[in-house]
């Protein structure tokens, strides 16, 4: 199974994007999918997380009213609506799936939890 992220550019500060994330290979039976990010020079970012049954989500705070993490009806992907975005937020993208039977600290947050993950796509905001 391969998890495929798409969506990402170049955008001023104060715009918007949409990435996606969709698996191919099989159907993926998940615990959650997430969102991170990595900025040059530093470490793995959570951004965010859908915990499949139910759909609760959780946000990184530097994110919070800004992105929002959703998935289709036939849960055959997710998606990270990007809104204000601000030159901090430039980073590669990278979309996860934390399958089941592993720990979880119920947010979905940590990236030790994922175990599949893609590729990644560059977002740049521009000042």
């Known amino acids: 199974v391969q998890l495929q992220a798409s969506g990402g550019g170049l955008v001023q500060a104060g715009g918007s994007l949409r990435l996606s994330c969709a698996a191919s290979?099989?159907?993926?039976?998940?615990?959650?999918m997430g969102w991170f990010r990595q900025a040059p020079g530093k470490g793995r970012e959570f951004v965010a997380s859908l915990i499949w049954t139910g759909g609760a989500t959780n946000l990184a705070d530097s994110v919070k009213g800004r992105f929002t993490m959703s998935r289709d009806d036939a849960g055959s992907a997710v998606y990270l609506q990007m809104n204000n975005l601000k030159p901090e937020d430039t980073a590669v993208y990278f979309c996860?799936?934390?399958?089941?039977?592993?720990?979880?600290?119920?947010?979905?947050?940590?990236?030790?939890?994922?175990?599949?993950w893609g590729q990644g796509t560059l977002v740049t905001v521009s000042s």
């Open positions: 996860a799936a934390d399958l089941p039977g592993g720990y979880s600290d119920g947010t979905a947050s940590l990236p030790f939890e994922y175990d599949i």
């Open positions: 290979g099989r159907t993926l039976r998940v615990y959650a």
